[in-house]
Each structure stands twice: as structure tokens, then as C-alpha cells.
Nanobody
Framework: EVQLVESGGGLVQAGGSLRLSCAASGFTFDAYAIGWFRQAPGKEREGVSC????????YYGDSVKGRFTVSSDGAKNTVNLQMNSLKPEDTAVYYC????????????????????WGKGTLVTVSS
């Protein structure tokens, strides 16, 4: 059974940091890309970051470039999202997702490139 479990969300003040983790199981980890997406109330889902596990290629949304860093730990089948300099507009439910990364196409495809989704973790940034 495929499972993606997010953790690390919470309440933080503006300017602070949080580290989200996505623990993956039930599929061949290094054949996939892991993406982070977020959805704020009343807004559409937004791609935040993505990493190709086998080649380490990374992608970031324009709104988080320079503040967020994605990394993978193959030994633990985990992908981490380090979020620094958080802003109130970063408040959202953050989801991790996994997409079979054939030819490196999963990350550039955004949410349509993802096959499995976690249930999300809430990040709230207070001003």
C-alpha cells in the first residue's frame, strides 16, 4: 500500500522557520519524484517544490525561491522541505505527492504528474 505521510506543520511567527517531512512507503522511492503543494483557504492548489529522487533535480515555485529548500533522504525514504523566512501568505495546508518520474517529466508536470497524495499538514504563519 502506497503511503505518503506529512509531518512538521504548526504555528510559527512571520520570519520563522519550519521543516516539513514526507515519509514515503509502498513504492520504489528512487523511481519517483516527490512534490510539495499547498492550498490556502479559498485559493487554488499551488506547486511549492519538487525533487527528482534519482537525479536530485529540484524545482521551486516563484513565491518560495530563495526561502524554501527541498531535499531527500534515500535511506529513510523521506523528503524534507525546509521553510525559512516564512510569511503570513505561506499559510496553507501543505501536501506531498509522488509521481513516477519517467524521463524526468514528473516535476515539470506539476500536480498532473503526481500519482499519489498525502493527507496534508497545516502550516500557519502569524503576522
Amino acid at each position: 500500500e502506497v503511503q505518503l505521510v506529512e509531518s512538521g506543520g504548526g504555528l510559527v511567527q512571520a520570519g520563522g522557520s519550519l521543516r516539513l517531512s514526507c515519509a514515503a512507503s509502498g513504492f520504489t522511492f528512487d523511481a519517483y519524484a516527490i512534490g510539495w503543494f499547498r492550498q490556502a483557504p479559498g485559493k487554488e492548489r499551488e506547486g511549492v517544490s519538487c525533487i527528482g529522487i534519482s537525479d536530485g533535480s529540484t524545482y521551486y515555485g516563484d513565491s518560495v525561491k530563495g526561502r524554501f529548500t527541498v531535499s531527500s533522504d534515500g535511506a529513510k525514504n523521506t523528503v524534507n522541505l525546509q521553510m525559512n523566512s516564512l510569511k503570513p501568505e505561506d499559510t496553507a495546508v501543505y501536501y506531498c505527492a509522488a509521481g513516477l518520474n519517467v524521463g524526468g517529466a514528473a516535476c515539470p508536470s506539476g500536480s498532473s504528474g503526481m500519482d499519489y497524495w498525502g493527507k496534508g499538514t497545516l502550516v500557519t504563519v502569524s503576522s
